[in-house]
């Protein structure tokens, strides 16, 4: 794990979700993202020290185990201070809120708490609405990139945009099973908005940074779109969400290995259905005391 230079000040560190750093001119900076534990952080404080840089501010792009599980740890060491959009926030701090949520509410068992599902909490000092904002002297852009979780935000300075979860690289996404969104209409809405930006690189949380995303932004789009259609073309059959969940495993070939994995894929089928009921595309009923998903 090293720090790779973009451009003057801006570098990413793979670990293996992208950590992206900012410096000052005076040695401040700020981390995009923190790992998913204490030892990718301590490896990141240590390659940025190498560099003579000191951790002043993290900006957290969403509330993901694996983007917020370094901020306790770096916290500590350096008093960095935790800047967060404002829906992610209360699961930065109540990161328990995560596989709650994955469980539809129910307390979620010691198998659905482990490090991929429940970060280490930490404070968030302040949040981040969409727009400028400066932190240590640099200015820089929030952009509001919701879909993969409510309240995304990219980080745009000097050209390069740290885009989160907001698109995954192609070969990434190949052997990707179902891609994990909660909200498909914001999702293609910040995918598109993606498309407009005029940046000079792109680095995505997983994936390798670039120049160009049109045809990962394309690929991202499709990937999602057929998958909705298949879900759709099956509705002929009114079905149980988690039934429609085992024939799209099937049908990409994929496997929910375990309980955790199988939450976060239902999460992904129940963000289609709701994007299809929404369209007028799909609709509910109760029989026999299970809920139907038909068109
Ligand atoms: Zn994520």
């Given at each position: 794990m090293?720090?790779t230079k973009?451009r003057?000040g801006v570098?990413?560190?793979k670990?293996p979700?992208n950590?992206?750093?900012?410096?000052a001119?005076?040695?401040?900076a700020?981390v995009?993202d923190?790992g998913?534990?204490?030892?990718?952080?301590r490896?990141?404080m240590r390659?940025?020290?190498?560099?003579?840089?000191?951790?002043k501010?993290?900006i957290n792009?969403?509330s993901?185990?694996?983007?917020?599980?370094g901020n306790?740890?770096i916290?500590a060491?350096?008093?960095?201070?935790?800047?967060?959009s404002?829906?992610?926030a209360?699961?930065?701090e109540?990161?328990l809120f995560?596989?709650?949520?994955?469980t539809?509410?129910?307390?979620?068992?010691k198998?659905?708490?482990?490090?991929?599902?429940l970060?280490?909490?930490s404070?968030?000092?302040?949040k981040?609405?969409?727009?400028?904002?400066t932190i240590?002297g640099?200015p820089?852009?929030i952009?509001?990139l919701p879909?993969?979780?409510?309240d995304?935000?990219?980080?745009l300075?000097?050209g390069?945009?740290?885009?989160?979860d907001a698109?995954?690289?192609?070969n990434?996404l190949?052997?990707?099973g179902?891609?994990y969104n909660v909200d498909?209409?914001?999702?293609?809405?910040?995918?598109?908005?993606?498309?407009t930006?005029e940046?000079e690189?792109?680095?995505?949380s997983h994936?390798?940074?670039?120049?160009?995303?049109?045809?990962?932004?394309g690929?991202n789009?499709?990937k999602?779109i057929?998958l909705?259609?298949q879900?759709?073309?099956?509705l002929s059959?009114?079905m149980?969400?988690e039934?429609?969940?085992a024939?799209l495993c099937?049908?990409?070939?994929v496997?929910a290995a375990n309980?955790g994995?199988f939450?976060?894929?239902?999460?992904?089928?129940?963000?289609?259905?709701?994007y299809?009921y929404?369209?007028g595309r799909a609709?509910?009923?109760?029989?026999e005391n299970?809920?139907?998903w038909?068109r």
């Amino acid at each position: 794990m090293t720090l790779t230079k973009i451009r003057d000040g801006v570098y990413v560190f793979k670990a293996p979700t992208n950590i992206g750093v900012i410096a000052a001119d005076t040695g401040e900076a700020i981390v995009i993202d923190s790992g998913i534990d204490e030892s990718v952080a301590r490896k990141l404080m240590r390659e940025a020290e190498n560099e003579g840089f000191h951790i002043k501010a993290i900006i957290n792009t969403h509330s993901h185990a694996d983007h917020i599980g370094g901020n306790p740890f770096i916290a500590a060491r350096t008093g960095a201070v935790v800047y967060a959009s404002p829906l992610e926030a209360p699961f930065i701090e109540t990161p328990l809120f995560e596989p709650f949520m994955l469980t539809g509410g129910a307390a979620p068992w010691k198998e659905m708490c482990n490090k991929f599902l429940l970060a280490k909490p930490s404070n968030v000092s302040e949040k981040l609405p969409a727009g400028p904002v400066t932190i240590l002297g640099l200015p820089l852009e929030i952009v509001a990139l919701p879909g993969h979780s409510a309240d995304q935000i990219g980080v745009l300075y000097n050209g390069v945009l740290f885009a989160g979860d907001a698109y995954i690289s192609g070969n990434l996404l190949e052997k990707h099973g179902i891609p994990y969104n909660v909200d498909i209409q914001a999702y293609l809405a910040s995918l598109e908005m993606l498309g407009t930006l005029e940046c000079e690189w792109y680095v995505p949380s997983h994936g390798e940074h670039s120049r160009d995303i049109t045809s990962d932004i394309g690929y991202n789009r499709s990937k999602v779109i057929n998958l909705i259609e298949q879900v759709e073309s099956w509705l002929s059959q009114p079905m149980e969400a988690e039934e429609l969940l085992a024939k799209l495993c099937s049908h990409l070939a994929v496997t929910a290995a375990n309980p955790g994995i199988f939450f976060l894929y239902r999460t992904a089928v129940m963000a289609f259905l709701s994007y299809l009921y929404e369209q007028g595309r799909a609709k509910t009923m109760i029989q026999e005391n299970r809920l139907l998903w038909y068109r």
